[in-house]
């Protein structure tokens, strides 16, 4: 059972934070390269932050470096992307991914951010 679940998303004005979970089963966060994309209607999905296995490297698309940190919890099998200062062009639903032997997706969890 190769599982992603993301949590955290919501609502929130801007300038606000939020903090995104993806909880992983059936593998080890630690072992494989985790991404997270986004994607908005009529749009492609977008590849935002990804953060590789075994030696920490991350990187980052422009438009979020400085805002969005990723980062993993091994102890807890977990990916999270901490995002700050956000703006209402970040709204979008945002997807965990895992590079196995086969792409993974979590189901979405969207982010809405107003004014």
């Known amino acids: 059972q190769v599982q992603l679940v993301e949590s955290g998303g919501g609502l929130v004005q801007f300038g606000g934070s939020l903090r995104l979970s993806c909880s992983a089963s059936?593998?080890?966060?630690?072992?494989?390269?985790m991404s997270w994309y986004r994607q908005v209607p009529g749009k492609e999905r977008e590849l935002v932050a990804t953060?590789?296995?075994?030696?920490?490297?991350?990187n980052y698309t422009d438009s979020v470096k400085g805002r969005f940190t990723i980062s993993r919890d091994n102890a807890n099998n977990r990916v999270h992307l901490q995002m700050n200062s956000l703006r209402p062009e970040d709204t979008a639903v945002y997807y965990c991914?895992?590079?196995?032997?086969?792409?993974?997706w979590g189901q979405g969890t969207l982010v809405a951010v107003s004014s």
């Open positions: 991914h895992a590079r196995l032997w086969v792409d993974k």
């Open positions: 059936g593998f080890a966060v630690a072992t494989y390269p």
């Open positions: 953060i590789n296995g075994i030696v920490i490297s991350t």
